[in-house]
């Protein structure tokens, strides 16, 4: 089983947001709600696009050639069976909002790297797990409404 990996926001002004509510607020349950929630939508948005704002690279030949013979080309990056959209989930408490998937495999997807047999094959890095800077945005407008900041 493959070690989990962790991604983690290098924003500064979210992290000092957060220290700050952190220490105004008691209860940040219904916050971390809602940032796992744009987490949540950001994913699917990347899924449904195939990487946003850069397209991910585009499939290899082998890979096509491989999908068309089991009639799974035309077809999606990253959703040949759909296992590894439907794997991501979220988790939120009162001092964190979390997303990720629990598949061998995500972390290769996410980073990109060698695998397969001997690491002959390098996969492509294709950040499903990626926010934009409208994502940061929303985090930010969800802070200040819960900080009951204007």
């Known amino acids: 089983m493959s070690e989990p990996i962790e991604i983690k926001i290098d924003n500064q002004e979210v992290?000092?947001?957060?220290?700050?509510?952190?220490?105004?607020?008691?209860?940040l349950r219904p916050l971390m709600k809602n940032i796992a929630g744009v987490f949540a939508y950001s994913t699917e948005e990347n899924f449904k696009k195939e990487g946003r704002p850069d397209k991910w690279t585009d499939l290899a030949e082998s890979t096509k050639k491989q999908r068309t013979k089991t009639g799974h080309y035309p077809g999606q990056i990253l959703q040949v069976s759909g296992q590894l959209a439907?794997?991501?989930s979220t988790y939120?408490?009162?001092d964190s909002a979390v997303i990720g998937s629990n598949l061998d495999y995500a972390a290769i997807h996410q980073l990109g790297g060698q695998a397969g047999k001997n690491q002959s094959v390098t996969i492509p890095a294709r950040p499903y797990l990626h926010l934009k800077e409208e994502?940061?945005?929303?985090i930010?407008?969800?802070l200040s409404k819960h900080l009951g900041a204007p």
């Open 135 to 138: 994502d940061f945005n929303e």
């Open 15 to 27: 992290q000092e947001r957060l220290l700050n509510l952190a220490k105004r607020s008691e209860n």
């Open 92 to 94: 939120y408490d009162n």
């Open 140 to 142: 930010m407008t969800d």
């Open 86 to 88: 439907s794997s991501i």
